[in-house]
């Protein structure tokens, strides 16, 4: 075999220009599932080194011939859909698992494409441009400390170098989003919605959900997704109507905050965001996989979760959150076309049992994400769940101010009773305990004391409420919001004076 693969080589070289060839150092071990060349079944075999040479037609340096190689027991052979059918590898880190996969998935694929570098840096531009639009239209949920969080997360789980030559890394954007969205972008960009967040409930749920992302962008389905697509739109056609899009987007964003805090905020331009913007985006950049690779991605979740030691079931149980989820608000994530009845649930029972119990102390490390998730939850009228999720932070000891006014709010909306009227009045104090200086407790407050039936203590509080507003527009606190709320103030102390 060595003297064939030598005579191809010498053959090859006499119409090609050999450009320097990349040898990438690994060590695996692996066992001959069948006879190859010399090495008989069930013989152990050692995995040195990956050679990439890349062949260019000197009459035509457009032209490209990707070849990659395996170092074979020092026996250098060239990767085939034979030889990687008859390799049964033996992973004992992360990086192996990564390494096995390129070798037996991707190196093949990349021999009959090409590396396709003019497509590849198309879906880039495509990818940032797009992160660049939600990066300047506010969409972005920046909290250092939960990004900070999943970077220590995907620091395990990533690949530390790519053997097929990519350059990029796996980088985390968190989008400010109630919907249950996560996706990996062909340039290494991870985006997560805080919906997802706030709906699993174990660190083994979130590195099981990571991995499953990551192993799509390892293994190279975006591109092997647009190589069968039929067409694509061209580029200027797309970003018309993606700019359509995103500045509704925008106006949803900015009409949010401007409103007063009652609170909701864009969930409107968010939903616009995740449907038909997110739709577009994953169609033209290779993201909507098929069962097939899904399933792909599910099993190497799994070892990923086996080799780190997290509980190997915990993709199983995120998903059935993200499924209880969608039954509950009749809902579905653009990233999850495919986890529709039957497929989620065959898929839930093929992964194992989704019966782990939620982690206090993970559900504390999202709990930022969880109050965003809610405020969102409230805008949309769905104060249940809202409920749900700040009950969550109160119970672990997290809650922030907001928290419990989302709370009492979504107490004003689903009842009017004295019980529910004193409970929200205790959340309002609790919230006063913890930040007094929460401008947004005075309206809370206000109404509470009116849904009591205390008028005079509320137009008391209205009084001090006008003036503490004056005092922040002296501060050049926004003058949209307080303005808004000096107006509303003046004229709910008129009506209760006159009642």
């Not at 005075?442 to 137009?459: D, N, P, Q, S």
Request: charged share 20%.
């Amino acid at each position: 075999m060595k003297k064939l693969l030598v005579a191809i080589i010498f053959i090859l070289s006499l119409f090609l220009c050999h450009a320097q060839p990349f040898i990438y150092e690994i060590n695996l071990s692996a066992t001959l599932i069948n006879r190859y060349e010399g090495f008989e079944k069930g013989s152990q075999v050692k995995i040195s080194g990956v050679i990439h040479e890349a062949l260019v037609e000197p009459y035509n340096q457009n032209r490209i011939k990707d070849l990659y190689y395996i170092r074979l027991n020092e026996q250098l052979s060239l990767v085939t859909r034979g030889l990687v059918d008859k390799l049964n590898f033996e992973c004992k880190t992360v990086q192996d698992i990564w390494n096995s996969e390129i070798i037996k998935k991707v190196f093949v694929s990349l021999q009959n494409k090409g590396i396709q570098k003019e497509l590849r840096l198309e879906m880039e531009q495509d990818a940032l441009e797009y992160i660049e639009r939600l990066n300047s239209n506010g969409l972005r949920y920046n909290e250092p400390y939960l990004e900070n969080y999943i970077y220590g997360l995907i620091a395990k789980i990533a690949p530390v170098d790519f053997i097929d030559g990519r350059p990029e890394n796996v980088n985390v954007i968190i989008l400010d989003d109630a919907s249950l969205n996560v996706g990996m972008y062909p340039n290494g960009t991870l985006m997560i919605t805080t919906g997802i967040l706030s709906c699993l409930h174990s660190e083994d749920e979130l590195v099981a959900v990571l991995s499953h992302e990551i192993a799509h962008f390892v293994l190279d389905h975006q591109i092997q997704n647009v190589n069968k697509a039929v067409s694509r739109k061209k580029r200027a056609e797309f970003w018309t109507a993606f700019a359509t899009g995103v500045t509704a987007v925008a106006e949803g964003a900015i009409a949010a905050n401007n409103q007063n805090y009652v609170p909701g905020m864009a969930t409107i331009g968010m939903a616009i965001l995740s449907s038909s913007i997110a739709s577009q985006m994953i169609d033209r950049l290779g993201m909507k996989y098929n069962h097939e690779q899904e399933g792909e991605a599910d099993k190497l979740a799994k070892r990923i979760l086996s080799i780190l030691q997290y509980d190997t079931n915990a993709l199983s149980t995120a998903l059935a959150h993200i499924r209880e989820v969608m039954e509950t608000e009749r809902s579905d994530g653009m990233y999850f076309a495919s986890f529709t009845h039957p497929a989620l649930s065959d898929r839930i029972m093929y992964l194992g049992n989704s019966q782990m119990p939620p982690d206090p102390n993970f559900e504390k490390e999202i709990s930022f994400a969880v109050t965003s998730t809610a405020r969102k939850k409230y805008g949309n009228g769905r104060f249940r769940q809202a409920i749900d999720l700040v009950s969550q932070n109160i119970v672990n000891e997290v809650a922030i101010s907001e928290d419990f006014i989302l709370k009492a709010y979504c107490l004003f909306a689903l009842y009017n009773n004295y019980q529910s009227n004193h409970e929200a009045m205790s959340l309002i104090n609790s919230a006063k305990e913890i930040n007094p200086s929460d401008i947004n407790i005075y309206k809370a407050e206000i109404l509470a004391y009116l849904r009591l039936g205390e008028r005079e203590t509320a137009l008391r509080l209205l009084q001090e409420y006008e003036s503490k507003l004056i005092s922040l527009f002296r501060k050049d606190y926004s003058a949209h919001f307080i303005e808004s709320e000096l107006s509303w103030s003046k004229n709910m102390q008129i009506k209760l004076k006159g009642m």
